[in-house]
């Protein structure tokens, strides 16, 4: 069971992540959502390293979504397994150069290479036990981890984007276990096929975090009603607002006039004197209630007008264009009879236009990363043919465009010269990036506000031959994900992209890879 009472989390500069949030989770999944950088990963972690406003009963283990974090330690698949010290025991133990604790170490596990092995199969997964870590797709490094864990069976399993570099089949299969866990799960994610597998959910923002127990589908049509009803609410406080301020500067100016009115009968000599004066200090007495009775409703609506705001939830943004030649070579890659190094080993023939968008399709480990490193001439291709006319842009699945120990801020600077100071700052406002975000390193930052400061970044950069994505939708919360398929919808260049979401971007051809042994 886990339970998180008054949990807070200030940053380094003093401000407020997240204020005194709580709640409870025993049994099942529950997944938290919200946008890029709202600071889920960061709750996840301070569960994790259970901090004083935080009860776990039992164990906890954390998977992080930064697949070179989970892995920083782990050399082989027989270590992801937890399994690495009985694996080397008994190889010594069979080389006949066992260690004194070998013996006893391996009473309940002489059989650990079956079991590793079992555990493999039942997740589709062919791979050596020995079989280096880095050398596995980064769909098959993620399941590897997750199997290890979930092996594990801990009291409490934290999942930080855990179906992210997973292909269908493999998300599937994750759900498939979510359901079978004795553990409680509490994960964060943006894969709407793995979400729409759950019915509860904490939804975590400005305000707090909030319990809905509903599908999916639901909870996102409630949350973006709640978003419509919060803007006119406030449009009708600014609204009423504006009205009394109108309605006091009408009362204001015939106050005045009445004044004016009243000084001109003194001096013509009309009226009394002191009549004059008599209706003079009734007038100012009843101006003088009047404009504290003015400024007593202003002050109501204003401090209306503040709740309406600070209830309003900030929604994702992501303001990209992205620039691309109209003019040029034509046909921009011919691939003829190409045999990939690694991966699916059928013949590949691929044809590329200015303008047209070919999506690269496949289980983990089929070659995908491959197949693009091969048309950006980093891999050689073991037989066949391949001509690309035009240079590349690419922004790989793990952001290695991004210096991890640079700002956005200083990025920008750097790399987009034509741009100034004044710019750099409004584009990273313009993909949601705190301004307080924008001087930290890449590393401090959320995994969707990384990728979005790399989208930024290739949208300056000149772009007049293949801009190539590989898994760019991984990271980014779903409306973000939305707002990047309108942008590259209106793109004119040609387009290569990697995918596990079958609709996410229209695609005019589609190359679909295998694996001969199955995964």
């Not at 698949?77 to 604790?101: F, M, N, Q, S």
């Not at 797709?137 to 399993?157: A, E, M, Y």
């Not at 001096?267 to 003079?280: A, E, N, P, V, Y």
């Not at 640079?406 to 100071?421: G, R, V």
């Amino acid at each position: 069971m886990l339970v998180v009472s008054d949990l807070s989390y200030t940053l380094p500069n003093g401000d407020t992540l997240f204020p005194h949030l709580s709640f409870s989770c025993s049994g099942g999944t529950t997944a938290i959502i919200g946008r890029n950088g709202v600071g889920k990963s960061t709750l996840l972690e301070c569960i994790a390293q259970q901090q004083r406003d935080t009860t776990i009963t039992g164990t906890c283990c954390l998977f992080r979504q930064s697949i070179n974090d989970n892995y920083s330690d782990i050399p082989r698949v027989i270590d992801a397994l937890h399994l690495g010290e009985y694996y080397d025991a008994l190889r010594r133990v069979e080389h006949g150069k066992p260690l004194d604790t070998d013996i006893d170490l391996l009473e309940q596990h002489w059989d650990v290479v079956e079991q590793a092995q079992e555990c493999l199969m039942k997740a589709n997964l062919a791979l050596e036990l020995d079989q280096p870590i880095l050398s596995l797709s980064g769909g098959q490094r993620t399941k590897v981890q997750l199997i290890g864990l979930l092996q594990q069976q801990p009291d409490v399993l934290l999942l930080d984007e855990p179906s992210n570099h997973l292909d269908k089949q493999s998300t599937q299969w994750l759900i498939q276990q979510l359901k079978e866990t004795p553990s409680t799960v509490l994960l964060v994610s943006h894969d709407a096929m793995l979400l729409n597998s759950l019915d509860r959910f904490l939804v975590l923002n400005e305000t707090g975090i909030h319990p809905y127990h509903m599908d999916f589908n639901s909870l996102r049509a409630q949350l973006k009603k709640q978003h419509h009803d919060s803007i006119k609410a406030i449009g009708q406080a600014k609204a009423k607002l504006k009205k009394e301020q109108r309605e006091q500067q009408i009362r204001e100016q015939k106050s005045q006039q009445r004044l004016r009115q009243g000084e001109a009968e003194r001096t013509s000599g009309s009226q009394s004197k002191l009549l004059l004066d008599r209706r003079k200090n009734k007038a100012q007495e009843q101006r003088g209630a009047q404009a504290r009775m003015a400024e007593q409703r202003s002050l109501i609506l204003k401090k209306e007008l503040q709740q309406q705001q600070c209830q309003q939830i900030k929604t994702s943004t992501l303001n990209l264009q992205l620039s691309s030649q109209n003019k040029g070579q034509r046909r921009v890659l011919d691939l003829i009879d190409a045999v990939l190094p690694f991966g699916d080993k059928t013949p590949l023939s691929i044809f590329l236009d200015r303008g047209e968008r070919l999506r690269i399709d496949g289980p983990n480990g089929s070659g995908k990363s491959t197949l693009i490193q091969c048309i950006q001439g980093l891999k050689t291709l073991e037989s066949g043919e391949l001509n690309r006319h035009v240079d590349t842009l690419y922004l790989d699945q793990h952001l290695s465009l991004l210096d991890q120990f640079t700002s956005p801020f200083a990025l920008l600077k750097s790399q987009a010269t034509h741009l100034d100071d004044s710019t750099i700052r409004t584009f990273l406002g313009s993909i949601g990036l705190r301004s307080d975000h924008v001087f930290l390193p890449c590393s401090a930052l959320s995994g969707g506000e990384r990728m979005k400061v790399a989208l930024l970044l290739i949208s300056q950069l000149p772009s007049e031959g293949i801009l190539i994505l590989d898994e760019t939708d991984n990271h980014l919360d779903l409306d973000s994900q939305d707002q990047l398929a309108a942008t590259l919808d209106n793109y004119q260049g040609a387009l290569i992209f990697v995918t596990h979401q079958d609709k996410w971007i229209r695609a005019d051809k589609i190359v679909a890879l295998k694996n001969k042994k199955t995964e």
